[in-house]
Structure formats: C-alpha cells, structure tokens
C-alpha cells in the first residue's frame, strides 16, 4: 500500500509589515501620491500621432473630381481654376458698375461676400489689393471710406460699352435662337439676365429689346413674371452648328456622338464593324430645333434631342463652355432630365466635364487646342483675357502699358 500523506501542513512565516499600525484604508499619503499630477506620468495613456493610422477623408461630390487620372485633361483644369482666380474681379464688377457713381461703402463691401464672390468671413480689403489697378478705396468728404473702380478700369469698362453695341445684333440672334429652342418659343427674361455673362449679353437687354418688335414681346406669365417670346420664326436660324458642319466634313459629325446598340450577347464583331453597328443608332441626329417635349422622356430619339440641345446651347455661349448652375437654369425649356451628368459623360468625344460632381463644367472639346485655348474668340472672350491679365499686374508694371493705350 501506498504511504499516505501526513496530515500535518509546514506553515510560511508569516508576512512582516513594515506598518506596525496596519489600516484597512490607505493613508492620506498614498492617496495624495494617487491624486498627484504627476503621479502616471510615465505612462503613456495616448498613441503618439505618429504612429496614428492616418484615416483617408471619404470623398464627397463637392470634393471628387469627376474625371479619373487617365482622362484628365490638365489645361481644361486650369480653365476652372483661373475661374476661381478671377471670381472676386468679375462679381464685383458686374455690381459695382451697377451702382450711383460706381461706389459702396466699404462697410458695406464688407457684408456683401456673396454679391462680390469674396469667401465669407474673410476681409474684403484683402481681395482688393489682389488688383491694384482695378479697384481703390478712398476717404470721402463725409469721414466714410469707399470702394470703387480706378480711373484706368473706368476706361476699361467704356471700352467694353463700345464692344457691346458693336455686337448688339449678334446677341439678339443669340437670344432668339435660345427661344426657338424652346418648346413654347419663350423664356423669363429673368433666366436670360442670370446667364446674361455667358452669352455676353448685357446688363440692359430688358430695355434693348423694345427695339426689335419684329424678333421680341414681353407677356406676363401666370405667376406675374415677365417672360420674353419670340414673334417671328426664322427658318435660317433653325440651323444647328452640327447640321452646318455635317455639310463641311461629314465624318467628323458621324464621329461626334455614339448612342451604342443594345444587344443580349456578344455578336463577336471587329471594331470597324461595331462602329458601323452604332452609327445606325447615332443617325440621324434629331435637330435641337425641333419640340423636344414631344419626345416619350426615355427613348433614343429623346436623348438624340438632349445632347443635340446642349451641344448648340454651348455653341451660342462665348467661351463654348457652361457651368452645371447655367443649365439647370434652363431646365424646362430643354426638356432636361436629372441624368443630364451622366448622358454627357456618356459623350467624351465631344464633351469633357471638368471640376467636381457636385460643381462640374461641361466643355465643346473641339472648340479648343491643345493648350486649353479658344480657337476662336468672340470680342468680348478678347476683352476679358485682357482685362485678367491687367488684374494681375502692379501699379508700376502697368505705367507703360497705360501710355502705350
């Protein structure tokens, strides 16, 4: 048989504290060392940032470009960005031109960040020196202190009166083009003074108008707004510029577009016979002069109506290009969809859409080079490249160039 453990346990000595008056609470002492600022700080309580995973800020359409790299197209970019730039110059000189003797208060410019495309919460005078030889501020009698124009931008603007006379016939054939796209020949004269800068028409196209009763009338619509109609139809102007240039090089326009064929399986076709397989589709074109609201809203012909509508409402603008603000504006008389972002990514052949998803810009592709310049500019586009250019010099570079005018 196996011995049986003796009952009898060895017992430890037992624990000596160094407290000679033990306590089941802790003493003041301890617990004012716990308290203590200092008392964990050797620890580490939080991950240093640089060992942080940086989290990568999800996109947004008001942020994501809606081109990809491979199809950026850099100098159309820049066409955006110069925009940007230049925004404070244009707003404000579109409303201060406006005003009795071309002046506000600069307490006034101060509140006014939306009218004068300065970012809110920043000070206006840090915009106005930008352009030294467009804007100057001054003390008048009164103690008040002004913003206005220079003398040398009030010569500017005369000259740019002078350009708008000279070009008053070919903004009304503009005009008149846009109502003969739409589908009751009439627009409020209130869209068409919104995008009136797009078209180069200017800022008193209300009161023009009385001068072409043979082209115009102004009839109040049921809310009581005033909408411009058109009075006579001119078969030599319902001609798009694609019908124009199909007769000039008539594979290039077959070449514009492609509305692909829709079938259930590959059909296994080389390339040329697939182009020809869309063409049957792409053509003919439905012509931008015709009543697009007849249309049944998602069929082919429909959106043959839709992209040849904004093709040659792009080409009546001055710079062949529109903001996604612009054409919305025009919505009804187009008889645009909500998918009008996806139908023109649709076509890169003809048009590229730059900016973001949220604020894109669509541009006629043809209507400029390689290096993002107009091919052909319309006076104004001349003027307004000019008058950038003297935005952005200083007092002394532009003494000579003020002698030389």
């Given amino acids: 048989m196996r011995p049986r453990h003796s009952q009898t346990m060895v017992q430890a000595p037992p624990f000596l504290n160094p407290n000679p008056n033990p306590s089941p609470f802790p003493s003041v002492h301890c617990l004012s060392l716990l308290n203590s600022s200092f008392s964990t700080s050797f620890l580490i309580t939080k991950t240093p940032k640089k060992f942080k995973k940086k989290r990568k800020k999800e996109e947004s359409p008001r942020t994501k470009l809606v081109q990809t790299e491979p199809n950026l197209i850099p100098t159309l970019e820049r066409v955006i960005e110069r925009d940007a730039f230049f925004r404070f110059l244009t707003k404000s000189k579109d409303f201060i031109s406006k005003q009795p003797e071309h002046v506000i208060l600069l307490d006034d410019a101060g509140k006014l960040y939306r009218e004068l495309g300065f970012p809110r919460g920043r000070k206006i005078a840090r915009s106005i020196q930008r352009h030294p030889l467009i804007f100057e501020t001054y003390r008048h009698t009164d103690g008040k202190v002004w913003l206005g124009f220079t003398d040398f931008m009030e010569e500017l603007l005369q000259e740019e009166r002078t350009i708008m006379d000279s070009m008053e016939m070919n903004r009304v054939n503009t005009v008149r083009k846009?109502?003969?796209?739409?589908?009751?020949?009439?627009?409020?004269?209130?869209?068409?003074?919104?995008?009136?800068?797009?078209?180069?028409?200017?800022?008193?196209?209300?009161?023009?108008?009385?001068?072409?009763?043979?082209?115009?009338?102004?009839?109040?619509?049921?809310?009581?707004?005033?909408?411009?109609?058109?009075?006579?139809?001119?078969?030599?102007?319902?001609?798009?510029?694609?019908?124009?240039?199909?007769?000039?090089?008539?594979?290039?326009?077959?070449?514009?577009?492609?509305?692909?064929?829709?079938?259930?399986?590959?059909?296994?076709?080389?390339?040329?016979?697939?182009?020809?397989?869309?063409?049957?589709?792409?053509?003919?074109?439905?012509?931008?002069?015709?009543?697009?609201?007849?249309?049944?809203?998602?069929?082919?012909?429909?959106?043959?109506?839709?992209?040849?509508?904004?093709?040659?409402?792009?080409?009546?603008?001055?710079?062949?290009?529109?903001?996604?603000?612009?054409?919305?504006?025009?919505?009804?008389?187009?008889?645009?969809?909500?998918?009008?972002?996806?139908?023109?990514?649709?076509?890169?052949?003809?048009?590229?859409?730059?900016?973001?998803?949220?604020?894109?810009?669509?541009?006629?592709?043809?209507?400029?080079?390689?290096?993002?310049?107009?091919?052909?500019?319309?006076?104004?586009?001349?003027?307004?490249?000019?008058?950038?250019?003297?935005?952005?010099?200083?007092?002394?570079e532009a003494i000579s160039l003020v002698g030389q005018k």
Avoid at 184 to 205: A, E, T
Avoid at 264 to 275: A, F, M, V
């Fill in 178 to 396: 846009l109502l003969m796209m739409s589908p009751n020949k009439r627009i409020p004269l209130s869209k068409i003074h919104h995008c009136r800068l797009l078209f180069g028409i200017p800022d008193d196209f209300r009161d023009r108008v009385a001068k072409y009763p043979n082209y115009f009338s102004i009839v109040a619509d049921g809310d009581g707004r005033k909408v411009l109609e058109l009075v006579n139809w001119d078969p030599m102007l319902a001609v798009s510029a694609l019908e124009k240039e199909f007769l000039v090089d008539e594979e290039k326009v077959k070449r514009a577009f492609k509305f692909s064929v829709k079938h259930g399986k590959d059909l296994d076709l080389d390339e040329e016979d697939t182009r020809k397989l869309n063409l049957l589709n792409t053509l003919p074109l439905v012509s931008p002069y015709s009543d697009g609201s007849k249309f049944d809203l998602w069929t082919l012909e429909a959106e043959k109506y839709r992209v040849g509508v904004l093709h040659e409402f792009l080409n009546l603008t001055l710079e062949k290009r529109a903001s996604i603000h612009h054409i919305v504006e025009f919505k009804e008389e187009f008889s645009l969809t909500k998918h009008t972002y996806q139908m023109l990514l649709k076509q890169p052949r003809t048009f590229y859409l730059a900016g973001t998803e949220m604020n894109w810009v669509v541009f006629l592709k043809d209507a400029y080079d390689e290096s993002g310049v107009l091919i052909s500019k319309d006076p104004q586009v001349v003027f307004n490249e000019k008058l950038y250019k003297y935005a952005e010099m200083q007092e002394k």
